[in-house]
């Protein structure tokens, strides 16, 4: 059965950081792109970060390029969101999701978290 955990989020002041947790299950994690995405009310779900173990490569949207950082530990399949200096726009429900290529939409990744709440406050 795959799995896809979120844990991490939370209410945090502008300017602070959290970091958020994906373990995942069920799949050969190694092989499998990674990527987190986002969604705010009203608005679509987008990415903020993947990374793609096999293709050696990982991309950041320009709203966080600079401020989160991705990363994964493969011996325990889990990836994590180091997301610093928050700002209120960054608040959002953040997933993870898991899937063949590193896609920076949405669609093609297979496998999908429950999501985890950040919340910024200004």
């Known amino acids: 059965q795959v799995q896809l955990v979120e844990s991490g989020g939370g209410l945090v002041q502008a300017g602070g950081s959290l970091r958020l947790s994906c373990a995942a299950s069920?799949?050969?994690?190694?092989?499998?792109?990674i990527g987190w995405f986002r969604q705010a009310p009203g608005k679509e779900r987008e990415a903020v970060s993947c990374n793609s173990s096999v293709a050696s490569s990982t991309y950041y949207a320009d709203s966080v390029q600079g401020r989160f950082t991705i990363s994964r530990d493969n011996t325990k399949d889990t990836v994590y969101l180091q997301m610093n200096n928050l700002k209120p726009e960054d608040t959002a429900v953040y997933y993870c999701?898991?899937?063949?290529?590193?896609?920076?939409?949405?669609?093609?990744?297979?496998?999908w978290g429950q999501g985890t709440q950040v919340t910024v406050s200004s």
């Open positions: 069920g799949f050969t994690f190694d092989n499998f792109a």
């Open positions: 999701a898991a899937g063949i290529a590193m896609l920076t939409g949405p669609h093609g990744y297979d496998y």
